[in-house]
């Protein structure tokens, strides 16, 4: 058993695969085990896993899904399948820079020493934006999108995540607050930010540990702040069932954790998730009221018209 457990959640993704692996095979930490959950891939997938298996046999072990989980349930039951006292989310088509698990790792014990061992903690990183080829797009995900890495407080993380899952290492305080998997998590790497923030600490590291892939068959992806713009004008509906999303995930996490929390987090959560019962006034004076705001002026102009 490593130190530290790796979950990658695998869904048709054997173009990039091999790339992936050797790339986290390659880094300068060792201790490590990885956790290969697939989603029932239909492509070569599955015989790349099953020949790495045989390769490393004590590093990495295979679970493939009787059924279809979803990305956010097929990360979240890797998890908790996970025997390291740390784990870190993996998808299939990145590239991890070498020293990742080392300098993930050293942050995340500085942060215990500082908060205590017992406390739940998650610490994620900035990554290098690249395209199919590697070739660079952008040498910050944060720089590109224009998200603000310091507003990862409880209200802000309720309206919008910032916290990269492929990036991202957590301890097993944080592992031990996941007591029901959700049904309407928007993304697994979401719903570990909610808990960190409502039960202990969140760290990010300004530091880009990673290549992020963007390609066309992405589940979730990058893109510049110009792009999103557009892409929000144009897609106005969208962006409401959006947010009418991220809004039933508040309330199946305070549904799922109330008597957990205390009375100002449960009220603002609670705010939040039953927006749309009150009136126009009433909503963007919640938004005021719990300061429920994403980064930048553009966002929150479209989130205070879409609430």
């Given at each position: 058993?490593?130190?530290?457990?790796?979950?990658?959640?695998?869904?048709?993704?054997?173009?990039?695969?091999?790339?992936?692996?050797?790339s986290?095979?390659?880094?300068?930490?060792?201790?490590?085990t990885?956790?290969?959950?697939?989603?029932?891939?239909?492509?070569?997938?599955?015989?790349?896993?099953?020949?790495?298996?045989?390769?490393?046999?004590?590093k990495?072990?295979?679970?493939p899904?009787?059924?279809?989980?979803?990305?956010?349930?097929?990360?979240?039951?890797?998890?908790?399948?996970?025997?390291?006292?740390?784990?870190?989310?993996?998808?299939?088509?990145?590239?991890?820079?070498?020293?990742?698990?080392?300098?993930?790792?050293?942050?995340?014990?500085?942060?215990?020493?500082?908060?205590?061992?017992?406390?739940?903690?998650?610490?994620?990183?900035?990554?290098?934006?690249?395209?199919?080829?590697l070739?660079?797009?952008?040498?910050?995900?944060?720089?590109y999108?224009?998200?603000?890495?310091?507003?990862?407080?409880?209200?802000?993380?309720?309206?919008?995540?910032?916290?990269?899952?492929?990036?991202?290492?957590?301890?097993?305080?944080?592992?031990?607050?996941?007591?029901e998997?959700?049904?309407?998590?928007?993304?697994?790497?979401?719903?570990i930010?909610?808990?960190?923030a409502?039960?202990?600490?969140?760290?990010?590291?300004?530091?880009?540990?990673?290549?992020?892939?963007q390609?066309?068959?992405?589940?979730v992806?990058?893109q510049?702040?110009?792009?999103y713009?557009?892409?929000r004008?144009?897609?106005?509906?969208?962006?409401?069932?959006?947010?009418?999303?991220?809004?039933?995930?508040a309330?199946?996490?305070?549904?799922?954790?109330?008597?957990?929390?205390?009375?100002?987090?449960?009220?603002?959560?609670?705010?939040?998730?039953?927006?749309?019962?009150e009136n126009l006034?009433?909503?963007?004076?919640r938004?005021?009221?719990?300061?429920?705001?994403k980064?930048?002026?553009?966002?929150?102009?479209?989130?205070?018209?879409?609430?």
């Amino acid at each position: 058993m490593g130190e530290v457990s790796i979950v990658m959640a695998t869904y048709n993704g054997a173009h990039y695969l091999e790339e992936q692996i050797e790339s986290i095979l390659a880094n300068t930490y060792e201790d490590w085990t990885m956790e290969i959950c697939d989603d029932g891939s239909t492509d070569r997938t599955l015989s790349i896993i099953e020949r790495y298996q045989e390769l490393y046999p004590n590093k990495i072990k295979f679970h493939p899904n009787e059924e279809q989980l979803g990305v956010t349930r097929n990360f979240l039951e890797g998890a908790m399948r996970a025997n390291g006292e740390y784990v870190m989310f993996c998808d299939q088509d990145d590239v991890w820079l070498p020293e990742k698990i080392e300098k993930t790792l050293k942050f995340m014990k500085e942060r215990e020493k500082l908060s205590g061992e017992n406390t739940p903690i998650a610490v994620f990183t900035d990554a290098k934006v690249v395209d199919g080829a590697l070739r660079n797009i952008n040498s910050s995900f944060f720089a590109y999108n224009k998200l603000d890495t310091k507003k990862i407080d409880l209200p802000h993380l309720l309206v919008e995540n910032k916290m990269i899952g492929c990036t991202t290492m957590i301890n097993r305080g944080i592992l031990d607050k996941v007591i029901e998997f959700p049904n309407f998590a928007r993304y697994h790497d979401w719903w570990i930010a909610l808990i960190a923030a409502v039960f202990g600490e969140i760290a990010f590291l300004n530091e880009s540990t990673m290549l992020y892939r963007q390609h066309s068959k992405n589940m979730v992806g990058s893109q510049s702040f110009f792009a999103y713009v557009i892409d929000r004008i144009k897609n106005i509906k969208k962006q409401k069932e959006n947010l009418i999303k991220t809004e039933k995930q508040a309330w199946e996490f305070c549904e799922i954790y109330k008597k957990y929390l205390l009375e100002e987090q449960r009220q603002i959560i609670w705010d939040f998730a039953n927006i749309r019962s009150e009136n126009l006034i009433e909503r963007r004076d919640r938004l005021f009221r719990h300061k429920l705001w994403k980064t930048g002026v553009a966002r929150n102009i479209g989130l205070f018209f879409l609430i």
